[in-house]
């Protein structure tokens, strides 16, 4: 290696695989590149200022099965881990499960659609805010939510895991029936609004969890947010849980929403009923289940059991919170739309060979940014408050627990104002990979990278810590440009 580098043979590739994505850039028609203001045309922009001057809560509840009716006739391949592994049979159905609510101020009302998939481009929400907003079925609504609940074992909805790294894993039919079906839960849900009363409540999952990368730290609270009728229907709990969905591990040939589904049986059986929606946190990093050593590469007899029984305990403790408290009602949020250079050139490349399709700009000096969003939503006066990230955001940039220069692979300190800096409420949580999937964001300091292969090959710091997060990432300023525009956002709603 370090004839090589005396060589400059690391240079030199770098700037040919530079060279060529700028060969394929300039072939790119301008029909592909977009601006913010095009891009968020179904964007709804929330609330100038917030108020507290709420009257009642009205929530609703409404769901769709996703998984496509020939999926025994046709090919549709598992995204999560692996290119070209094509769905065998169904362990459990994929869903989009929505909830609609209101403070009946008359400033309108929120809908939050989580979707059992790996993740989902903005664009791809915003075709589903076009049809919701254009069926003209749900006056007043000031912002539509949409997020992936993470699983590893749906059908792909990003295209990375076709047939090999260069081809579309998506099935066009069933991407236009999974946004048809989905903003039909979101108006149902509408529809089936009622009357009642919001409570929060905590418990911590203790040994449920483990952070695969340094630092070691992550959100161990479950965070429940139940809705009790008046009318003594069914309660619908909305369950905060930073954990990815992968417990079937890498050799599943499985559609499942993974432990996410087993949450929701258990929790509905125990309660005679109870609608469950499951919003995943910042998962960044890596955070997964404590006993990935177990499952990650098992055979799926014993990764379906280890499944079932995760989520089961998961519900568990949702079902244990002894802490509740009445939410006021109130509820505002504002969103915001940015934009972020992307560096990652194989993420770019397989952008503009037509795999994934996020809304890409450009600058007068070419370089390409990923159009995106980030929202900031609080319920009751100062509650909760609730982070929208677009991606799998590491632990760190939320808690402040960042690694030390010494510690980190780049030997720089991290210069950040974390998302716990700019807590306005009681309790605060993020809520990951909402309205699109940006991948992960990691903090600059170490943000590493292969020295001649930079996002095609994983790096191995001098420390001899891999940094595989990194080739799925946009690039080392991401983490930086979306807590920048978080906190103009937070301090823009006073």
Known sequence: ?????????????????????????????????????ESSEYMLKGDDVFSYEGQK???????EVLTPDDINEETYYIAGYNTNNPAKSVLDDMYAKAVYLDDNSGRGGVAICAIDCVGISRKDINDIRKLVIESEKIPNLKSINICATHTHSAIDTQGLWGKNFLSDGKNEDFMSELKSRT???????????????????????????????????????????????????DDTYIVNFTCHAEMLGSKTTFVSADFPAYMDKEINERTGGANVVFLNGAVGGLITGAEIDTFLRADPEFTIEHTKQFGKSVAEIVLSISNETAISPAIN????????????????????????????????NKNISIISEVSYMELGEKQIGIYMIPGELSPELESGNFLSAEESANRTPASYKSLSEMARCEHNFVLGLCNDELGYIIPENDFYLHEWLPYFNNAVDEDGRKHYEETNSLGPQAAGIILEEMENLITSVE
């Open 183 to 233: 903003a039909k839960a979101i108006i149902s849900a509408y529809e089936a609004r009622k009357d009642g009363a919001l409570y929060f409540g905590t418990a911590e999952s203790e040994n449920l969890l483990t952070d695969t990368r340094e630092p070691i730290d992550y959100d161990s609270t479950v965070t429940s947010i139940r809705f009790d009728p008046s009318d003594g229907s």
């Open 57 to 63: 809560w009205t929530v609703g509840f409404s769901k």
């Open 333 to 364: 949020i504002k969103t915001k739309s940015i934009e972020i250079k992307c560096d990652n050139t194989a993420l770019l490349l397989v952008r503009f060979l037509g795999v994934l399709n996020n809304d890409v700009s450009k600058d007068e």
């Open 1 to 37: 290696m370090k004839i090589l580098r005396f060589l400059r043979i690391p240079n030199l590739v770098r700037k040919i695989i530079s060279a060529l994505l700028s060969l394929i850039i300039f072939f790119v028609p301008n029909s592909l590149y977009t601006t913010k203001d």
